[in-house]
Nanobody, 124 residues
Framework: QVQLVESGGGLVQAGGSLRLSCVVS????????MAWFRQAPGKEREFVAA????????YYADSARGRFTISRDNAGNMVYLQMNSLKPEDTAVYYC?????????????????WGQGTQVTVPS
C-alpha cells in the first residue's frame, strides 16, 4: 500500500523558517514528479511547489517563489520543502503529493497519491 507521511509542521513566528519532509513508502517513486500543496481554512487546496523526477526542474507558485525551496532525495523516497521568511498568510495544512508523470503539475487532480498533511501556523 502506498503511503505518504508529512512531518515538520508547527507554529513559527513571522519571518521564521520551517522545513517540511515527506517520506513515501510502498513503492519507488524516483521516476515520478512530486509536489507540495496547501489548504487554508475556508479556501481551496492550492499549489505551492513541484519538482521533476530527477530534481532538475522545479516549479513554484508566485506566493512561494523566492522564499520556499523544494528538493528531493530519490534514494530515500523523500521530498522536502524549505520555507523561509514565513508570513501569516502561509498558515495552512501542507500536503505532499506524487504523480505518475515525470514532470510536475500545478493542478491537484493530476496527482495520484496524497499524504494526510501537516499543519503550519504563522501567527499574525
Amino acid at each position: 500500500q502506498v503511503q505518504l507521511v508529512e512531518s515538520g509542521g508547527g507554529l513559527v513566528q513571522a519571518g521564521g523558517s520551517l522545513r517540511l519532509s515527506c517520506v513515501v513508502s510502498g513503492r519507488t517513486f524516483n521516476t515520478f514528479a512530486m509536489a507540495w500543496f496547501r489548504q487554508a481554512p475556508g479556501k481551496e487546496r492550492e499549489f505551492v511547489a513541484a519538482i521533476s523526477w530527477s530534481g532538475s526542474s522545479t516549479y513554484y507558485a508566485d506566493s512561494a517563489r523566492g522564499r520556499f525551496t523544494i528538493s528531493r532525495d530519490n534514494a530515500g523516497n523523500m521530498v522536502y520543502l524549505q520555507m523561509n521568511s514565513l508570513k501569516p498568510e502561509d498558515t495552512a495544512v501542507y500536503y505532499c503529493a506524487v504523480t505518475r508523470e515525470t514532470v510536475g503539475s500545478t493542478i491537484a487532480p493530476d496527482y495520484d497519491w496524497w499524504g494526510q498533511g501537516t499543519q503550519v501556523t504563522v501567527p499574525s
